[in-house]
């Protein structure tokens, strides 16, 4: 269900998340300025600009749900509760090993800003862009929006208790921050920012008239793919905007290369289990992609929200958004089906 002004973004969606990218470097003021929270007058209601655009993003998510298509998942379960485990699993295994790597570095505190700020997106549900580049590559899409929604509607458990078990790996007072963001995320984010826009969408997927689902769609994809353009800037922002002013090649050398191990581990380890489970292709992509893209815009939300004075954490997360859509494209590319010939 794809409207004029939805397809025309999405096919030039690369380009305008790099102009995103270079607007927040060259011109980070107007960013800077929607990360902060704005009290909405005479009202005592504090509007943050964020949360509300992943919101959007999220509800219009649930709404595209190819809902006819879970009823084949859920007669067979075993790929969805594969990729849950894994979702679970994945972190528990990569997190550790990247520690033990950073705690060789000469950072004082072995490098746990930056492993806090992994964290936070491998703790992050499946990202909902994954189920594009699923149709992209011709993988299971019922797989994938399983995974996509049950990832999304388990959150508010899974991402606490992931942030819990892994702060005993940092130092340096990042456990503490870690544990101060679990418990923002325990109290209300993941549900209201994450769980409960896709729900909605999805309720609106399941009851409204074909019609009205139309035209609804027709109103809202557009208007969610340049929100999460916009909130990919407001995001960049936090992170770049003192790259000019306050250059930290190291810093960014270093995110980029934290981000590239994490991504590449996590889509590695998600292809050996495909391949282990001995699933057909189009179910062993929408599984890989699933263990390697998680949604790095909530993390990054999340961290604008509960530590608007640590910005550089933004960076590995931004470094980890670009990086799992380039794996990404090779994975669709490489676990493509093979057609079916005629006479086959």
Same mark, same amino acid.
């Given at each position: 269900?794809?409207?004029?002004?939805?397809?025309?973004?999405? *096919?030039?969606?690369?380009?305008?998340?790099?102009?995103?990218?270079?607007?927040?470097?060259?011109?980070? $003021?107007?960013?800077?300025?929607?990360?902060?929270?704005?009290?909405?007058?005479?009202?005592?209601?504090?509007?943050?600009?964020?949360?509300?655009?992943?919101?959007?993003?999220?509800?219009?998510?649930?709404?595209?749900?190819?809902?006819?298509?879970?009823?084949?998942?859920?007669?067979?379960?075993?790929?969805?509760?594969?990729?849950?485990?894994? *979702?679970?699993?994945?972190?528990?295994?990569?997190?550790?090993?990247?520690?033990?790597?950073?705690?060789?570095?000469?950072?004082?505190? +072995?490098?746990?800003?930056?492993?806090?700020?992994?964290?936070?997106?491998?703790?992050?549900?499946?990202?909902?862009?994954?189920?594009?580049?699923?149709?992209?590559?011709? $993988?299971?899409?019922?797989?994938?929006?399983?995974?996509?929604?049950?990832? !999304?509607?388990?959150?508010?458990?899974?991402?606490?208790?992931?942030?819990?078990?892994?702060?005993?790996?940092?130092?340096?007072?990042? &456990?503490?921050?870690?544990?101060?963001?679990?418990?923002?995320?325990?109290?209300?984010?993941? %549900?209201?920012?994450?769980?409960?826009?896709?729900?909605?969408?999805?309720?609106?997927?399941?009851?409204?008239?074909?019609?009205?689902?139309?035209?609804?769609?027709?109103?809202?994809?557009?208007?969610?793919?340049?929100?999460?353009?916009?909130?990919?800037?407001?995001?960049?922002?936090?992170?770049?905007?003192?790259?000019?002013?306050?250059?930290?090649?190291?810093?960014?050398?270093?995110?980029? +290369?934290? &981000?590239?191990?994490?991504?590449?581990?996590?889509?590695?380890?998600?292809? $050996?289990? &495909?391949?282990?489970?001995? %699933?057909?292709?189009?179910?062993?992509?929408?599984? !890989?992609?699933?263990? $390697?893209?998680?949604?790095?815009?909530?993390?990054?939300?999340?961290? !604008?929200?509960?530590?608007?004075?640590?910005?550089?954490?933004?960076?590995?997360?931004?470094?980890?958004?670009?990086?799992?859509?380039?794996?990404?494209?090779?994975?669709?590319?490489?676990?493509?089906?093979?057609?079916?010939?005629?006479?086959?």
């Amino acid at each position: 269900m794809h409207t004029r002004a939805a397809s025309w973004l999405r *096919h030039r969606l690369g380009r305008a998340v790099v102009l995103s990218y270079a607007l927040a470097l060259i011109l980070p $003021g107007p960013g800077l300025w929607l990360r902060r929270p704005h009290p909405l007058p005479p009202s005592h209601l504090t509007v943050h600009t964020a949360p509300l655009l992943l919101s959007l993003v999220l509800f219009s998510a649930g709404l595209q749900v190819p809902v006819r298509a879970l009823g084949a998942l859920l007669r067979h379960p075993q790929a969805l509760l594969a990729g849950l485990v894994l *979702h679970l699993a994945i972190p528990l295994a990569v997190v550790p090993f990247v520690a033990f790597l950073l705690r060789r570095t000469p950072d004082a505190d +072995g490098g746990s800003g930056l492993l806090t700020a992994m964290i936070l997106v491998v703790a992050m549900p499946v990202a909902a862009g994954a189920t594009v580049w699923t149709d992209k590559g011709e $993988g299971d899409q019922s797989t994938m929006v399983g995974l996509v929604l049950a990832s !999304t509607l388990l959150s508010p458990l899974t991402t606490p208790v992931l942030l819990a078990t892994l702060s005993p790996l940092l130092s340096g007072g990042y &456990a503490h921050t870690l544990a101060d963001t679990g418990r923002l995320a325990e109290s209300g984010f993941a %549900l209201t920012a994450v769980v409960l826009p896709c729900a909605a969408g999805l309720v609106g997927a399941l009851v409204l008239p074909a019609r009205w689902l139309r035209r609804l769609v027709t109103t809202v994809a557009p208007s969610a793919m340049a929100g999460s353009l916009v909130l990919t800037y407001v995001n960049a922002s936090g992170a770049l905007g003192s790259v000019f002013t306050r250059p930290r090649p190291l810093l960014l050398a270093a995110a980029l +290369g934290v &981000a590239a191990v994490v991504c590449l581990l996590s889509f590695v380890l998600g292809r $050996g289990a &495909a391949h282990l489970l001995r %699933l057909e292709a189009a179910t062993a992509s929408s599984l !890989t992609l699933a263990c $390697g893209m998680n949604n790095s815009s909530a993390s990054a939300v999340l961290i !604008t929200t509960s530590l608007p004075d640590k910005p550089h954490l933004l960076l590995p997360v931004l470094a980890y958004g670009l990086l799992q859509k380039t794996a990404a494209n090779r994975i669709v590319t490489r676990l493509r089906p093979a057609p079916v010939t005629a006479g086959a």
